[in-house]
């Protein structure tokens, strides 16, 4: 599958010495972050490093792949609300 990131600039540094694909690609955004497109296959050890990554990283595509991390991401935010 094509993966496409949003990343920070702290995870692009790890990003260009540690490449998630030999096809990875890095390109600047206008407000200081880099998108992020590499060919990879789905796996939980993928899903395990995309949410270890935190507020560093947002899924672009694909969208599944991005509503299954955001699902996380809710029920994990849940666990910490202020009662």
């Given at each position: ?6 990343v920070s ?47 560093h990283l ?8 991005r509503e ?16």
């Open positions: 599958m094509q993966l496409q990131l949003r600039h702290t995870l692009c540094q790890r990003l260009q010495e540690n490449p998630l694909s030999l096809d990875q690609q890095l390109s600047p955004c206008e407000d200081g972050w880099w998108q992020v497109t590499a060919s990879l296959h789905l796996s939980q050890g993928l899903d395990l490093w995309l949410l270890s990554q935190g507020e947002e899924v672009l595509a694909p969208k599944a792949l299954q991390i955001a699902d996380t991401a809710k029920r994990m935010a849940a666990l910490y609300a202020v009662t």
